[in-house]
């Protein structure tokens, strides 16, 4: 391997031109000498991606006819680099997000620091406050309602997760990963078409022999999901259909019946109690819960999340019986105060 190994950054474009002009703009910052950019746009509808091509002429402009999704779009541009054989790494970075001058340098010289070392991520913070933990490793525990869980998720950085080494798995929004690696075990799985591919991916390669590595001294941010806002029905219904399918694939026979139910059904009726005032997060929830069950993958048709038949009925039973629970609770609540406030204070 030379000096300086060399890396194809791949940015996915969809509608997102403030967001990718940044993200492109600290790439352009890097000091890393030996990198490719790709920016691939998904059928953006705005000209962002003509407008980005203009701006940002030395970097790889690839349009797509149709909008592939996070898996499509970056599959489809894995393979190509890998295919071409002179890449030796791959840097998958989320539109949304934005790296420190040195970040690309850090990974790469945790990766070459360990034969071993399949991926690598960085330290993450929210874009908004930019010293608020996002990511800073990431956690599986099956037994828990739902299983994967980001280390230092919204905890002030004061360097308490700045230790590098192994962790469970690391995030699609900017993950390094070797190209022996992707030769080894394949891309991200399009049955997932979002949420929990990357989880699938690093549990796949660690199947494999491989390491994921947290490096903390490179650094990103990331504004979350503009495409796929926090709270949309999309997301309710992927996260928890996604995490039971990482169950089902992941665990033995026996152990994966209990955490399927865990990570998809049981965590999404949990939350559904919760969001019964939201009629669209409800049904996508319990839509996510059914196919969770029945095992179904792939992208959901646009429009379509919370809108099957047998969801409507469902909903239709569980919605009475959650909403009566709500407003008896309520009701004890005000008693239990007004009996609070009459009670006669100590002299």
């Given at each position: 391997m030379s000096a300086s190994p060399a890396v194809a950054v791949i940015v996915l474009n969809w509608n997102g031109l403030e967001d990718t002009r940044a993200c492109l703009a600290s790439l352009a910052a890097q000091t890393y000498p030996a990198l490719r950019m790709i920016v691939v746009d998904n059928a953006s509808e705005d000209g962002s991606g003509a407008i980005l091509a203009r701006e940002f002429p030395a970097f790889t402009h690839v349009p797509n006819s149709e909008n592939l999704g996070f898996t499509g779009g970056n599959n489809a541009a894995i393979a190509n680099v890998i295919t071409e054989g002179d890449t030796d790494f791959v840097?998958?970075?989320?539109?949304?997000?934005?790296?420190?001058?040195?970040a690309v340098a850090h990974l790469v010289e945790?990766?070459?620091?360990?034969?071993?070392?399949?991926?690598?991520?960085?330290?993450?913070?929210?874009?908004?406050?930019?010293?608020?933990?996002?990511?800073?490793?990431?956690?599986?525990?099956?037994?828990?309602?739902?299983p994967f869980r980001h280390i230092g998720d919204n905890e002030p950085d004061r360097g308490q997760y700045d230790t590098p080494g192994e962790t469970d798995f690391l995030t699609g929004c900017c993950l390094l990963v070797r190209a022996e690696t992707v030769r080894g075990v394949g891309m991200l799985d399009?049955?997932?078409?979002?949420?929990?591919?990357?989880?699938?991916?690093?549990?796949?390669?660690?199947?494999?022999?491989?390491?994921?590595?947290?490096?903390?001294?490179?650094?990103a941010w990331h504004r979350i999901s503009r495409s796929m806002a926090r709270g949309s029905v999309q997301r309710f219904y992927y996260a928890y259909r996604n995490a039971a399918l990482i169950a089902r694939r992941h665990l033995a026979p026996k152990p994966a019946a209990g955490a399927v139910w865990r990570a998809g059904a049981g965590a999404a009726l949990h939350h559904y109690h919760f969001s019964y005032q939201d009629k669209a997060e409800r049904r996508a929830l319990l839509e996510g819960a059914w196919h969770a069950v029945s095992g179904r993958t792939g992208l959901a048709a646009s429009g379509s999340v919370g809108a099957a038949p047998f969801t409507l009925l469902l909903d239709g039973l569980l919605y009475p019986p959650t909403w009566l629970l709500w407003r008896l609770r309520a009701f004890a609540k005000r008693r239990s105060g007004r009996a609070e406030a009459s009670r006669p204070t100590a002299t």
């Open positions: 840097l998958l970075l989320n539109n949304d997000a934005t790296l420190a001058p040195d945790a990766a070459q620091s360990d034969p071993r070392a399949g991926m690598v991520g960085p330290k993450i913070f929210y874009a908004d406050p930019p010293d608020l933990l996002w990511y800073a490793g990431g956690a599986i525990n099956f037994g828990e309602r739902f399009p049955a997932f078409g979002y949420y929990g591919e990357d989880v699938d991916w690093c549990l796949r390669a660690k199947q494999a022999g491989w390491q994921m590595l947290y490096e903390p001294r490179a650094r």
